[in-house]
């Protein structure tokens, strides 16, 4: 938070917003669904590749801003196990933007303390993204400032598949299949995320109101927050409003909300009275 504000000038708007954030109620872990790339090529007659190339930008500076606010985890859903059905020219753009990415921002990544991890399906991707992926995992794994998961032939499904199947195989080899029993916390703890708390605050860009098979056991909880604005257009300015956004939430859990001046009793205490009187 404070090396945030430190990048920033008084009055500037992006400096009012950081301001207004309350640095004791940051979300632990950001995760975003960045959409949008293809409309916003479209929009300016460009092909659609053109649109995930100015997507780049928007990465590096989300990953900048979430490390200078404090935020622990941020997850981005950069290829889904369905985006195989694009075109193949569209799909071989895509891997080598990755690569790009990868190679360019691996010194600031190692400057800023920030950690890559990879989560999905990584054996199907081609031969050289996982090596240069695994590369880039491998040379930041001992940084200890935000972490950036990368999700890639990533499916929610999938995940959960993955993580019974990773329990099944273990209890066989241990002998304890006969007895084994799934709860929460071994699922969980078997997920790609397995070191991760579950997200805060979900982003999507673009305006679609639905999840894409991201994260869905992580979210069961996480406050959602869509905005109109294209991924290549999103800028530090949208992040911060979507923290303050969130900031507003009152997070139940299916609980009640902290009484106000003790309101709950109260209303108790005069549905009992009604009750007595009627
Ligand atoms: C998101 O942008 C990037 C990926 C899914 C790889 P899209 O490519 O889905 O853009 P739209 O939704 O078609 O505008
Ligand atoms: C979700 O976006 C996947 C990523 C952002 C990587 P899509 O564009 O693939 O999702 P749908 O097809 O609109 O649901
Ligand atoms: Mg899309």
């Known amino acids: 938070m404070k090396a945030l504000l430190e990048s920033l000038q008084p009055g500037e708007r992006d400096w009012d917003l950081a301001q207004a954030i309350d640095p004791a109620r940051l979300p ?14 479209g929009r300016r007659r460009l092909p659609r590749v053109a649109g995930h190339k100015a997507g780049i930008g928007p990465v590096r500076s989300t990953v900048e801003t979430c490390a200078r606010l404090g935020v622990k985890v941020l997850t981005l859903y950069a290829f889904s196990v369905e985006n195989w059905k694009r075109p193949r020219a569209e799909v071989e753009t895509l891997w080598r933007l990755l690569r790009y990415y990868l190679k360019q921002e691996l010194p600031d990544l190692q400057k800023n303390d920030i950690r890559l991890q990879a989560i999905g399906r990584l054996d199907a991707l081609p031969t050289q993204v996982r090596r240069e992926l695994d590369a880039a995992v491998d040379a930041t794994a001992a940084n200890r400032g935000l972490l950036v998961n990368l999700a890639i032939n990533y499916g929610g499904r ?5 993580a019974v199947n990773a ?13 084994l029993k799934l709860d929460e916390d071994l699922i969980a703890t078997n ?3 397995a070191s991760c708390p579950d997200p805060d605050l ?9 999840i ?3 994260l869905l056991w ?3 909880y996480s406050e959602l927050y ?12 949208d992040l911060l409003e979507a923290v303050l956004e969130y900031q507003k939430r009152d997070r139940r859990y299916g609980g009640l909300s902290a009484p106000v001046n003790g309101d709950a009793q109260a209303t108790d205490e005069t549905f009992v009275v009604a009750l007595r009187s009627s």
């Not at 329990?167 to 241990?174: G, P, S, V």
């Open 28 to 41: 632990a872990h950001i995760a975003i669904i960045m959409d949008g790339n293809g409309r916003w090529a």
């Open 158 to 162: 999938a995940e959960i598949v993955d």
């Open 167 to 179: 329990i099944l195989e273990m209890a066989q080899l241990d002998g304890s299949i006969g007895s």
């Open 191 to 193: 997920l790609y995320t």
């Open 202 to 210: 979900l982003i999507r860009t673009s305006g679609e109101m639905r």
């Open 212 to 214: 894409s098979n991201f």
């Open 218 to 220: 992580q979210i069961a």
């Open 226 to 237: 869509v905005t109109e604005t294209l991924w290549p257009d999103f800028t530090r300015t």
